[in-house]
């Protein structure tokens, strides 16, 4: 069983950064390919990014390619998504999902979620 939290979340103006962790529990961390989603006020859950259990597969929502950045390090069984270039339209609960199926941008397919962490942008 592998248990996540996120961290990093905050308030920002548009056009600036973030960093968000995702800290995960357990020896097999390093099985799971791994996702970020995030939910905006009045929808739906939405994919953002994933990768894969070695790190050499990534896959990014066409909304955040080119502005954020997912990695993670293995060893210390932790997940980033690096958020650049910050827009309103970012705002929402982001949730890390660990996926014993490998990477994907179903969140179907994910078997543990952490609890989220909110980033709010302002214009």
């Known amino acids: 069983q592998v248990q996540l939290v996120e961290s990093g979340g905050g308030l920002v103006q548009a056009g600036d950064s973030l960093r968000l962790s995702c800290a995960g529990s357990?020896?097999?961390?390093?099985?799971?390919?791994m996702g970020w989603f995030r939910r905006a006020p009045g929808k739906e859950r939405e994919f953002v990014a994933t990768i894969s259990w070695s790190g050499g597969t990534t896959y990014y929502a066409d909304s955040v390619k080119a502005r954020f950045t997912i990695s993670r390090d293995n060893a210390k069984n932790t997940v980033f998504l690096q958020m650049n270039s910050l827009k309103p339209e970012d705002t929402a609960v982001y949730y890390c999902?660990?996926?014993?199926?490998?990477?994907?941008?179903?969140?179907?397919?994910?078997?543990?979620w952490g609890q989220g962490t909110q980033v709010t942008v302002s214009s």
């Open positions: 357990g020896r097999s961390f390093s099985m799971y390919g």
């Open positions: 999902a660990a996926s014993i199926r490998g990477s994907s941008w179903d969140d179907r397919m994910y078997d543990y």
